[in-house]
């Protein structure tokens, strides 16, 4: 078992894409098509290139991910989190990965609480992300 897996959570390719912080491990789970929404982005990121380096960035932000609860339907996997940024920021939530035919995941929601935290770090991550994606797509804070 993972050291980010609590309960009965089970190892799948996201949650050892969060312990490993690794944009390549990312990727190879995602369809090419793949649309990332979340509290933290102003709108879609769309594409396996463009998540996989938001995906990667963001989880290098994390102290810890850890994931404890799961359900699962046919197409659809929802994990519940809880986690810390190295900056201080606590963050906890439930993110919604829907699966392809192929089994790669083609859609993500992931919904973080509570909304100063999500604030926070969805301007650090724009910061970080510059040049990369598009700095519209995240919060920023008023200087």
């Not at 996201?14 to 098509?33: H, I, N």
């Not at 910061?127 to 700095?135: A, I, Q, T």
Request: net charge negative; aromatic share 8%.
């Amino acid at each position: 078992m993972s050291s980010n897996l609590s309960g009965d959570v089970s190892k799948q390719p996201w949650t050892a894409a969060f312990a490993q912080k690794s944009v390549e491990a990312f990727g190879a789970a995602f369809a090419p098509d793949v649309v990332l929404e979340a509290t933290a982005l102003n709108t879609p990121i769309i594409g396996r290139d463009l998540v996989k380096a938001t995906m990667g960035s963001a989880s290098k932000m994390y102290e810890y991910v850890v994931f404890i609860g799961e359900a699962v339907t046919v197409t659809q996997r929802y994990l519940e989190w809880q986690a810390k940024t190295f900056s201080g920021i606590s963050l906890a939530g439930v993110t919604v990965l829907t699966l392809n035919g192929e089994g790669e995941i083609s859609g993500i929601a992931i919904h973080h609480r509570p909304l100063s935290s999500m604030l926070r770090f969805s301007n650090e991550l724009g910061d970080r992300l510059v040049g990369v994606v598009d700095r519209d797509h995240f919060h920023r804070a008023e200087q």
